[in-house]
C-alpha cells in the first residue's frame, strides 16, 4: 500500500507562502487522482484542490483558487501544494490522499491519506 507524507507546514504571517510536499513511499501520486484537503479543529474536513493523473486537469475551491497550485515533482512519487497570499483563515491542517478511480473530485474516493502537517497563519 502507499503510504503518504506531508511536510512543510509552519506558522506564518498574513500575506506569506507555504509549498506542502505530499511524498509517497510503496506508490505514487503523480498518475493517479491527487486531492488535497483541510481540517480546523473540530469542524469537517474539506477539500482545497484535486488534480488528475499526470496534472492534466486540476480543481481548486473558490476559496483558494488563484492563491494555491498543485505542482508535481520530479519524480512520480513527490507533489506540492504552494500557498501564496496566505489568510488566517487558511489556518488548518493539510492532508494530502491519493486514488485509482476514474473521478478525482469525489472525496469519497480516496483511501490513502497522509498524517497531516499544520498550517497557522497569524
Known amino acids: 500500500h502507499v503510504q503518504l507524507v506531508e511536510s512543510g507546514g509552519g506558522s506564518v504571517q498574513t500575506g506569506g507562502s507555504l509549498r506542502l510536499p505530499c511524498e509517497a513511499s510503496g506508490g505514487t501520486v503523480n498518475d493517479r487522482c491527487l486531492g488535497w484537503f483541510r481540517q480546523v479543529l473540530g469542524k469537517e474536513r474539506e477539500a482545497v484542490a484535486a488534480?488528475?493523473?499526470?496534472?492534466?486537469?486540476?480543481y481548486y475551491v473558490p476559496a483558494v483558487q488563484g492563491r494555491f497550485t498543485i505542482s508535481q515533482g520530479n519524480s512520480k512519487n513527490i507533489a506540492y501544494l504552494e500557498m501564496n497570499s496566505l489568510k488566517p483563515e487558511d489556518t488548518a491542517m493539510y492532508y494530502c490522499?491519493?486514488?485509482?478511480?476514474?473521478?478525482?473530485?469525489?472525496?469519497?474516493?480516496?483511501?490513502?491519506w497522509g498524517q497531516g502537517t499544520q498550517v497557522t497563519v497569524s
Open positions: 490522499a491519493v486514488h485509482n478511480g476514474d473521478y478525482c473530485e469525489i472525496t469519497s474516493e480516496y483511501n490513502y
Open positions: 488534480t488528475y493523473p499526470s496534472g492534466r486537469t486540476t
